[in-house]
């Protein structure tokens, strides 16, 4: 199964364009920070991903701000003619400070 979670800040977004077919398309640059617990110690992560979003979602998503926490949702392909990673987003919900940074 491919299927991602990754709760991320929209670090860049390119304006809206459209495919060949018409629909609507718009590519993002996410940057995700967080603690894990691996081998019983805890990580600092940090990434910056690839993303893009097709359809109405690709309308919505290009309206987001940059900066704040979304949780996204969706699947991870190659990008073309690439070794590198793209995360197609299916869903997004904001995320709020609470839930980023617990008590």
Do not use: D, W
């Amino acid at each position: 199964m491919n299927r991602v979670e990754l709760t991320a800040c929209i670090a860049e977004a390119s304006p809206l364009r459209y495919t060949p077919a018409g629909i609507p398309a718009a590519n993002f640059v996410f940057e995700h920070e967080s603690e894990m617990a691996e081998a019983g110690s805890t990580r600092q992560v940090k990434l910056t991903m690839k993303a893009v979003a097709f359809g109405a979602l690709a309308e919505q998503a290009g309206q987001l701000p940059l900066g704040r926490p979304f949780r996204f949702t969706g699947f991870l392909v190659n990008a073309r003619g690439s070794k590198s990673v793209v995360f197609h987003i299916q869903a997004f919900q904001p995320v709020s400070e609470q839930v980023l940074n617990p008590i």
